[in-house]
């Protein structure tokens, strides 16, 4: 007779396992842990080290190679092909197009909500994968490059936490339009230490109150997180 349970922990442990290690290796590349053209570990030495089974390293290995971030060369391995240095380039003519104050405006729509479905579906697993992310950026002393760089892995993060594949979809485009060179240039200018420091803090804040389940705190911080984007471009102006 089956155990009752096995279909639909079938069906649902092995996606959320999936996800902890596309999650794990994702932030690995995105924050250079794995740098650009480095080949990873194997699929063995990845299963043997996050306690899972190498088709689930497998499938994850699929997915990032979907999405871009790695390349697989048959009898060699995965090497990793995201480039957090490139500026400018984008993968959507859209966010190409996309100018600063539209970037704020789809920010102002979507980023709200994001956190909300964020704090109420993010298993433990995702939570810790954005402490760890947090951890890198608050070590970021001068560098905004790697700030930005972090900041952006910290909100992608929040965007696969939703549970909502549209939404991750959706905010993929603003991520991309994040990466146009005003913003980078834009970074460069203002992000100095001091300020680096307050925008620490800020984020110390938000993950406090994702953590804590608290979504008007975290709606808060987002929302002010805007506001100072907001109030640079209006400088730039």
């Known amino acids: 007779m089956q155990n009752p349970s096995t279909p639909a922990d079938g069906a649902y442990l092995p ?21 650009t053209e480095e080949r990873l570990p194997s699929e063995r030495q990845l299963a043997q080290e996050l306690g899972v ?13 979907s999405r871009g971030m790695i390349r697989r ?20 003519p859209v966010a190409a197009e996309t100018g600063p104050l539209q970037l704020q405006v789809m920010r102002g729509i979507i980023e709200p909500e994001m956190v909300r479905l964020a704090i109420v579906n ?5 939570i810790e994968a954005l402490s760890v992310v947090l951890s890198k950026m608050e070590k970021v002393q001068t560098d905004a490059t790697a700030f930005v760089r972090l900041e ?26 994040r990466r ?25 804040g ?7 389940r608290d979504i008007e705190e975290a709606s808060e911080f987002m929302k002010l997180a805007l506001i100072e984007d907001q109030r640079l ?5």
């Open 15 to 35: 996606g959320a396992t999936v996800k902890y290690v596309i999650e794990t290796l994702s932030t690995r590349i995105a924050t250079q842990e794995y740098a």
């Open 53 to 65: 089974a190498r088709n689930t390293v497998r499938e994850a290995l699929d997915h990032l190679e």
């Open 73 to 92: 060369r048959p009898g060699s391995g995965s090497f990793v092909t995201y480039d957090p240095n490139i500026e400018g380039k984008t993968l959507s």
């Open 122 to 126: 993010m298993s433990p697993k995702q």
């Open 152 to 177: 952006e892995e910290f909100h992608r993060l929040l965007a696969e936490g939703t549970g909502n594949p549209l939404l991750v979809a959706c905010y993929n485009l603003v991520l991309d339009a």
């Open 180 to 204: 146009q060179s005003f913003r980078a240039a834009m970074y460069r200018r203002h992000l100095t230490p001091m300020r680096l420091a307050i925008y620490q803090r800020g984020y110390n």
């Open 206 to 212: 938000l993950f406090n109150a994702i953590a804590a």
């Open 233 to 237: 471009l209006l400088q730039e102006d």
